[in-house]
């Protein structure tokens, strides 16, 4: 949102608009990417919440998406690699190191829940030693706790929210599966892992609960862990 004269809210922080512009673009946009860094170079060390904590930085969606490119044009801006951006460039000294110095590191998970090893894998031939070395060591691509769920009973759970006078939506994906959204914004996919209760892409430790009259919503809220958000049921 602009002020009278032009000035965004949230100044000096950086413009929220180009922060979510410039970590989409470095998924798949070199030319957006390099555009938007002349424009203003500490864009490369920006990221985003897209929601319920599922951070993700400019390189980080580069990295997920084996993208060397960007990455590059990214770290030679300023951005600050991590483990996951190390193992999708095939730097597997580096990757050796971290998992020595912090046992367990290779289970962390990156943006929208993307493991270690799915990095690795994305960087393709030339993170195909990272590759290895991380099936050697385990644990780098667990799978996460999730159950399945029927279109009808999905449908029990659809309908307009309302969080501190905010709308909210609880809609069907295209690719199956319900997400949250506020209208005209990307959703964010939600998970059964028990009765009532979904875990949000990207935010393993969030939990979504519904309470429920039957089949009818009545309001769904937000544990991480402890309650942060209720949305109360409107209307289909």
């Known amino acids: 949102m602009r002020g009278r004269k032009g000035t965004y809210q949230g100044f000096p922080s950086q413009d929220p608009a180009l922060v979510r512009e410039i970590v989409g673009k ?18 490369a060390k920006a990221a985003v919440d897209w929601g319920f904590g599922d951070w993700e930085s400019a390189l980080g969606a580069a990295s997920h998406m084996g993208r ?19 193992a999708m460039l095939g ?12 046992p367990g590191i290779q289970g ?11 990095h690795a894998r994305m960087g393709k031939d030339q993170a195909a030693a990272v590759v290895e070395y991380l099936e050697s060591v385990g644990g780098a691509d667990e ?15 659809l309908g307009i929210y309302d969080v501190e006078g905010q709308r ?8 199956g599966g319900l997400q949250i959204k506020q209208p005209e914004r990307f959703g964010r996919s939600i998970f059964p892992v028990g009765e009532h209760t979904f875990r949000p892409t990207g935010a393993e ?3 979504v609960v519904f309470a429920m009259e039957g089949k009818t919503p009545r309001s769904f809220a937000v544990h991480a862990p402890e309650p942060v958000a209720v949305g109360t049921f409107i209307s289909r």
């Open 143 to 157: 799978p996460l706790a999730s159950a399945l769920l029927d279109a009808q009973t999905q449908s029990n759970y």
């Open 68 to 86: 060397v490119d960007i990455a590059e044009a990214l770290i030679a801006g300023g951005a600050r690699p991590d483990i996951f951006t190390h």
């Open 26 to 43: 470095s998924h798949a946009d070199l030319a957006g990417v390099r555009a938007l860094l002349e424009r203003q170079p500490a864009l």
């Open 108 to 118: 962390l998970r990156g943006p929208h829940s993307f493991s270690l090893l799915h």
């Open 168 to 175: 909210i939506d609880v809609v069907q994906s295209s690719r």
């Open 91 to 102: 730097n597997v000294d580096a990757v050796r190191a971290l998992v020595e110095a912090s």
């Open 205 to 207: 430790q969030v939990r």
